[in-house]
């Protein structure tokens, strides 16, 4: 079993920037892929950013340029810097992994979800 604990969601302005941290029970590399999942009201979830099982990075287009995952595998940290903060990008932030190899469009194992609300 995946556990999952996301932190860093906040209510910040237009243009701002936000670090979300997802703490895992597992150690990453090789093993599992991880990812960044959003879900906005009476939208269905779509996949932020992912890292694969070998380290391939995917953003969704959306993000790309504004968005940056990291991880820190000394303390099984997944990382999500959002730059350029735009009231769009208002949503509920999940953190996801799976031993699958890419699981950027889904996953078995979900944090409980992290609020990041961005005003105009």
């Known amino acids: 079993q995946v556990q999952l604990v996301e932190s860093g969601g906040s209510s910040v302005q237009t243009g701002g920037s936000l670090r979300l941290s997802c703490a895992s029970s597992?150690?990453?590399?090789?093993?599992?892929?991880m990812g960044w999942f959003r879900q906005a009201p009476g939208k269905e979830r779509e996949g932020v950013a992912g890292?694969?099982?070998?380290?391939?990075?995917t953003y969704a287009a959306s993000v790309k340029g504004r968005f940056t995952i990291s991880e820190d595998n000394t303390k099984n940290i997944l990382y999500l810097q959002m730059t350029g903060l735009k009231p769009e990008d208002t949503a509920m932030y999940y953190c996801?992994?799976?031993?699958?190899?890419?699981?950027?469009?889904?996953?078995?194992?979900w944090g409980q979800g992290t609020q990041v609300t961005i005003s105009s």
């Open positions: 890292v694969s099982r070998t380290g391939i990075i």
């Open positions: 996801a992994a799976d031993r699958r190899y890419d699981c950027f469009r889904g996953a078995d194992y």
């Open positions: 597992v150690y990453r590399p090789g093993s599992y892929c």
